[in-house]
């Protein structure tokens, strides 16, 4: 017994953390080299960065069925964390590759960029493994902390002002929240370990609608909720990403939201299993509530950016279905439609990236017309982006929300499954539109159109893939998806 | 051959894989080889007419499994696909109309040719696996996966208002699937926990043989109804058939109405009605109803119209109604009548779409009143649209008598009897409105000059048209042919169906009823 102790105290165990730590270090390394360089000099860096996330992949992979605990239980490098890592690290690559060219068009070819969005992946990557609330707080703060600066990357606009510095006040408002949380937990069950506190709660029955619980498990909901762009908490969502640079926003929709999402689901299902009625009716509601007001908002949206935004609100709206089910496949579904939703949303932004014309960014629905025709394949791409993001077969969006819809199923809520799929329906409305300004009208003019870098390309190629692949051939990762899952 | 049936569904997806790699410019090289791709796969599904099996089994022929999704305890897909007498004559009329289709786009499709066959290719696919498709999420894959060349089809290639009728189209059809995908999900784990084996996946099969509450059943066949019924499609939720008739490219409107139609009519013959026998039972009389409704006002519109091609959308939706009466007669005259006027209906209207297609190809206009009297101009071209206008009121003779008047006979042999005598009816009206319409276009005093200078049909439009001719006569003359491999399968869909039926209706039966069954087991 005395052994045990001694064990968990001396336990650093680097193996844990070595991902993020690679990453870190990649990061740090990146911006030493970039002392020494002349400004507006890129290239470098986008090489280095994608070296540093195929490492970590291939270190992360390593935790893969042979699952690593660490430095007294606080981190976790399970089989959950690693799918999130994959989901973050294919995020963050795919962003990568589709910045270079952009920065270099909108005047801002600094290499400080490449640095920030490893560390905001670290950060993400300590969320999803962390089984500590410290952990999760320090992660959230990391990923937070260079979001904020990306949003507001391009300080010469205004727009890019506004979302950056819009961002970080509501967003540090929201970190306060979630502190404020874990404090009252802590006040409750004495531990911030989540293990720990499910194991309590779960012994003391009568803490469980004691208030200072209750208003606990609200104030981390609101934390996470603002995060992952939940409603009623998602109003910074349509500024943020319509003024953030396109690459960033990109990012903003997969990877943080999905960092969110994995802590989240790790809090809830370690900390609060025994409060389940409690927290899976709070979160129907506002399931709900998100993808309504997502989908009917973006359907008055002539901004494909913005269009974009609200849609990413009601997709998080779909993810919550998820973990409303709170059962095994509702988990898993969850994993499985973040990794679907990285491939099909950042493909439809390095479309938009492309799209521009005349250099300067082309986004709005006029702007489209006879896109399709002017440019095939990125039409052809844009189109099979939109109806994955509709969720139609045989696409990543489609088996993604079976999964999700199928977990709730399992778990009876008929009514919410079917509220899903009238959004669904509701959504069809707003991305169809895109395609009849692509395939439907001739253009007015007769533009410039930005040229097509290896780069971008490859981005789109890769989200083709993902999202074909996962809806047509959909076995193997899911049942990764499975064992990843709780 | 064992996989003949994956042969003949994914063929044209490789023929698409060719098309792409052909010069965008070759505008007759794109057509030819998309004739030939379609010719070949109806010549890969040839061997399916020829097969004796289906005149003395109904089981599944040419069966595939695969192992396709399968996640632990979660949920279990598979590839799994067979024709059986339901399904056979609809696959051959898929691949049957689909060179006819390609062969009509020779000089009407000059925008764009390749994605136009591309998309028919992509669309040729997902209409022969929803029919073959023995597992239901894989039919709602390939269910989906028809709407999006549709929905480009119309919506690039159509008329003024395409943009309209194509999102309409696509957003009907759509809402209703969803619905039904809610419903698919539901059956498949009331299936898992009735103890159903897990490897079957979500095998019809296996959900023909549930024993689902009458209240379940209620909502889960509403859920699948709506969703057939927006695509055959059935009053009231018709609307968007005569949008997309009329704004569709002739190849649309002829796919449209001959095959993607019959989905609808497939979908409550081999899903709603069998797996829940019980709600069919206490909806027939509604969508009697609706079928009757359907057949008069259909025909009631399109007697109104001064479109032709309007005039064919809407006879489409009174047609349909005599497969639905037929269909929810549930006795084997009625539903071999209504899986007949399937067919008649797919080579009368598709026939019709294309003479449709000829007429504004030379006059670009589809007005009733734009002609008259151009049966002097066009001989063979008026003989053509006769037969066919026969065909389609239901001459004897032609293939639309048998269809309707086993129907009519099914129907009055069932509790339907008061609706069969009503939808004769419609009989007379449709005869009224064709053959309107066919004097005003044809017979009378050529008083137009425009149409004086009309050529007749050419060779290659004679040639599209042979096929289906010879098909009018055949079905009129010698039906049996057809009946003789698809009764089987019908008649043992019917056993199924009332013997459920009965054991229900027992049940609910009073108490005494009930303990004879006891006593008797």
């Known amino acids: 017994m005395e052994n045990l102790v001694q064990i968990a105290l001396q336990n650093v165990n680097l193996a844990a953390i070595m991902p993020s730590l690679v990453l870190v270090c990649f990061g740090m390394g990146l911006l030493l080299i970039n002392v020494f360089l002349p400004r507006g000099t890129t290239r470098h860096a986008v090489w280095i960065s994608l070296v540093g996330i195929v490492v970590t992949g291939w270190i992360s992979l390593q935790g893969w069925g042979n699952p690593q605990y660490g430095f007294s239980d606080a981190v976790a490098l399970d089989n959950f964390a690693t799918f999130f890592n994959m989901i973050f690290l294919i995020g963050a690559a795919m962003t990568i590759l589709m910045s270079d060219d952009y920065l270099r068009r909108e005047g801002y070819p600094v290499s400080e960029y490449y640095p920030l969005i490893l560390f905001t992946t670290a950060g993400a990557m300590w969320m999803a493994s962390g089984t500590d609330m410290m952990t999760i707080f320090l992660g959230l703060e990391v990923m937070s902390v260079s979001l904020y600066v990306l949003a507001g990357f391009f300080r010469g606009q205004l727009a890019s002002n506004e979302a950056g510095l819009k961002y970080f006040l509501l967003g540090a408002f929201s970190t306060g929240f979630l502190l404020y949380g874990i404090a009252l937990i802590y006040g409750v069950t004495g531990s911030t370990r989540l293990t720990e506190i499910g194991v309590y709660l779960n012994t003391h029955a009568s803490l469980l609608d004691n208030p200072m619980t209750l208003a606990g498990l609200a104030l981390l909901s609101v934390g996470f909720l603002f995060k992952i762009g939940a409603a009623p908490f998602h109003m910074w969502i349509p500024d943020v990403y319509q003024g953030a640079p396109t690459p960033i926003t990109a990012f903003m929709s997969a990877v943080p939201k999905a960092a969110a999402f994995a802590a989240f689901l790790r809090i809830m299902e370690y900390c609060f299993f025994s409060m389940k009625p409690e927290w899976t009716a709070m979160l129907w509601v506002l399931a709900v509530l998100t993808m309504t007001i997502g989908n009917i908002i973006a359907i008055s949206q002539t901004n494909i950016k913005r269009m974009l935004a609200y849609s990413s609100i009601s997709h998080a709206g779909y993810a919550l279905v998820g973990m409303v089910a709170a059962n095994e496949i509702g988990y898993s579904g969850v994993l499985f439609y973040m990794l679907a939703y990285t491939f099909m949303n950042i493909g439809a932004f390095a479309v938009l990236v492309l799209a521009g014309k005349q250099g300067e960014e082309n986004l709005t629905l006029d702007g489209f017309a006879g896109f399709g025709y002017k440019r095939p394949f990125l039409g052809v791409a844009m189109t099979i982006f939109l109806f994955s993001l509709m969720g139609l077969p045989p696409t990543a969006g489609f088996t993604g929300k079976f999964y999700i819809f199928a977990g709730a199923i399992n778990a009876g809520y008929i009514w919410l499954v079917i509220l899903g799929v009238l959004n669904s329906a509701v959504s069809l409305y707003y991305y169809l539109r895109v395609m009849v300004y692509m395939y439907f009208r001739t253009p007015t003019e007769d533009y410039a159109w930005v040229s097509m870098p290896a780069s971008v390309l490859v981005t789109i190629i890769l989200g083709i893939i993902g999202s074909l692949y996962l809806g047509i051939l959909p076995n193997s990762v899911m049942a990764m998806a499975k064992m990843a899952g709780f | ?521």
Not at chain 2, 292 to 316: E, F, N, R
């Open chain 2, 1 to 521: 051959m064992s996989n003949l049936l994956s042969l003949m569904t994914f063929f044209p997806l490789v023929g698409l894989v060719v098309l792409l790699f052909l010069p965008r410019e070759s505008d007759r090289l794109l057509k030819t080889v998309t004739l030939v791709i379609t010719l070949i796969t109806f010549l890969i599904s040839l061997p399916l007419a020829f097969n004796d099996a289906f005149r003395t089994s109904a089981q599944m022929q040419y069966v595939e499994f695969l192992e396709w999704i399968s996640i632990g305890d979660f949920f279990r897909m598979n590839y799994y696909v067979g024709v059986d007498g339901i399904s056979l004559w609809l696959v051959l009329l898929t691949t049957f109309i689909m060179p006819i289709t390609v062969l009509s786009t020779w000089n009407a499709v000059e925008k764009n040719t390749k994605g136009f066959m591309a998309l028919l290719l992509l669309l040729e696919t997902g209409m022969l696996g929803a029919f073959i498709s023995l597992d239901i999420f894989l039919f709602y894959i390939f269910w989906e996966l028809m709407l999006i060349p549709m929905y480009f089809l119309i919506g690039i290639w159509g008329g003024k208002n395409r943009i309209y009728a194509a999102v309409k189209f696509f957003i009907f059809t759509a809402v209703g699937s969803l619905l039904m995908l809610v419903a698919i999900i539901y059956v498949y784990y009331y299936a898992v926990k009735a103890g159903m084996p897990f490897e079957s996946g979500f095998s019809v099969a296996h959900f023909y043989q549930l024993d689902l509450p009458a209240h379940l059943q209620t909502w889960l066949f509403l859920a699948f109804a709506f969703s057939f019924a927006i695509k055959v499609p059935m009053f009231p939720v018709h609307t968007w058939l005569p949008d997309a008739h009329t704004e569709a490219p002739t190849a649309g409107s002829v796919i449209l109405a001959a095959i993607l139609l019959k989905m609808g009519t497939y979908g409550y013959v081999r899903f709603a009605i069998p797996l829940f026998p019980v709600a069919t039972m206490e909806f027939t009389p509604l969508f009697a109803v609706l079928a009757v409704i359907g057949i008069i006002y259909g025909a009631l519109v399109a007697m109104m119209q001064d479109d032709v091609k309007k005039l064919v959308a809407y006879s489409s939706v009174s047609h349909l109604g005599f497969v639905m009466l037929g269909v929810f007669a549930m006795n084997l005259q009625g539903l071999s009548g209504g899986m007949l006027q399937m067919i008649n209906h797919g080579i009368s209207t598709g026939a019709l779409f294309l003479i449709v297609g000829f007429l504004y190809e030379r006059r670009h206009t589809r007005l009733i009143a734009d002609f008259g009297g151009i049966a002097k101009q066009m001989p063979v071209f008026a003989t053509i649209f006769m037969i066919i206008t026969f065909s389609s009121v239901g001459l004897p003779g032609t293939n639309g008598f048998v269809g309707e008047f086993l129907i009519l006979l099914g129907a009055f042999e069932s509790e339907l009897r008061w609706y069969a005598v009503i939808a004769t009816s419609g009989v007379i009206l449709a005869a009224v409105y064709m053959l309107w319409m066919f004097q005003r276009v044809m017979f009378g005093k050529l008083t137009n000059p425009a149409n004086a200078e009309l050529k007749d049909l050419s060779a290659r439009e004679v040639v599209v048209m042979l096929p289906l001719l010879l098909f009018v006569f055949w079905i009129g003359f010698y039906p049996n042919t057809f009946f003789d491999k698809m009764n089987p399968s019908l008649e043992h869909l019917i056993q199924q169906v009332k013997g459920k039926q009965q054991i229900a209706m027992m049940v609910e039966a009073p108490p005494q009823a009930v303990a004879k069954i006891t006593v008797n087991e």
